[in-house]
């Protein structure tokens, strides 16, 4: 006998405070109608009914059990008789995300969550990139738009929603900014011809600072470092002040304002691009029971494999 069933013969018990009535309304035995009364005491550590002379009372935890198995079945009910997704989440659901992905990822990637559930409050939070992870494996946030390492940490997973290459970048000469360009300005598509030089502006941390370093290791190029800023924005605003060569995702690039002050360029010495980033929303693998981590999961599945 399902745990459902038991309690609705525990409520109707309570009803009329008569085995026998019960078992005949019930069609049940009177010997399976105790053994359900003693499983359930059982389960619940307190004897819920007091049999004596003057027939069945319900003793203090037994009324707080029937409240229990009231709610219990009501909630069963309403489960039943919901339509399928229509089921209304409310609460408050974080994320964090960098400026960039705010204004360039996040209004198509959440529309189908937002359009979903719209009670729910979305709490968006913005910094470093670098720290995204973190932030999110510490328990700070819910979910992540972030830039994706080779290895995640095994509590987290995720899915990957955008791709960006990264390339160089230099602050525009005066000729270029009069309309005689001779690499490609920011905005534009055909190939640079002009070859990053130091000395070079990364940033302080994080995937991008890493690929660089791989990157000249790799090809035996000098890496002079002049600056490290925070984030990628105060790091264009530097390139874009002529204090060195830049090493930005494009994505952040196209999104910044500084991008018409900025040329791109080729790599030192006629190498290959760098690895391109992958981003992605990240999430923990333990959330993805919670019913609204689990929707936002489910409704961005549009990404790329």
């Not at 013969?9 to 105790?34: E, I, K, M, Q, Y």
């Not at 719209?118 to 979910?143: F, I």
């Not at 955008?162 to 009069?178: H, I, Q």
Request: charged share 25%.
């Amino acid at each position: 006998m399902d745990e459902r069933r038991e309690l609705a013969l525990f409520l109707h018990l309570t009803r009329s405070l008569n085995f026998g009535r019960t078992s005949h309304d019930c069609h049940v035995s009177p010997a399976t109608l105790t053994r359900v009364v003693k499983r359930l005491e059982a389960s619940a550590g307190h004897r819920l009914l007091d049999r004596g002379p003057s027939g069945v009372s319900l003793t203090t935890e037994g009324l707080r059990f029937r409240s229990y198995a009231e709610d219990a079945l009501a909630l069963w009910e309403a489960y039943r008789q919901e339509r399928p997704g229509m089921a209304e989440l409310t609460g408050r659901l974080s994320l964090f995300a960098t400026v960039t992905a705010c204004q360039a990822l996040l209004p198509d990637l959440l529309g189908p969550f937002r359009a979903a559930h719209a009670q729910v409050h979305l709490d968006l939070r913005t910094g470093d990139a670098a720290s995204a992870l973190a932030r999110l494996d510490e328990g700070d946030v819910d979910a992540a738009v972030a830039a994706l390492p080779a290895r995640l940490p095994a509590s987290l997973v995720s899915r990957t929603v955008a791709g960006t290459p990264l390339v160089f970048v230099r602050a525009r000469t005066a000729d270029e900014a009069r309309g005689r360009p001779e690499e490609e300005s920011a905005a534009d598509g055909p190939a640079p011809a002009a070859e990053a030089r130091g000395p070079y502006v990364l940033p302080h941390r994080g995937l991008v600072r890493e690929e660089a370093h791989r990157w000249f290791q790799k090809h035996g190029a000098a890496l002079d470092v002049c600056s490290e800023p925070d984030g990628h924005e105060a790091l264009l605003t530097l390139v874009a002040l002529g204090c060195g060569t830049g090493i930005v995702p494009r994505l952040v690039l196209e999104q910044s304002a500084m991008r018409d002050r900025l040329t791109v360029l080729r790599p030192p010495r006629g190498g290959p691009a760098l690895r391109p980033l992958r981003i992605g929303l990240c999430v923990r693998r333990a959330d993805l029971r919670r019913p609204m981590v689990g929707a936002l999961w489910s409704l961005t599945a549009g990404g790329c494999p």
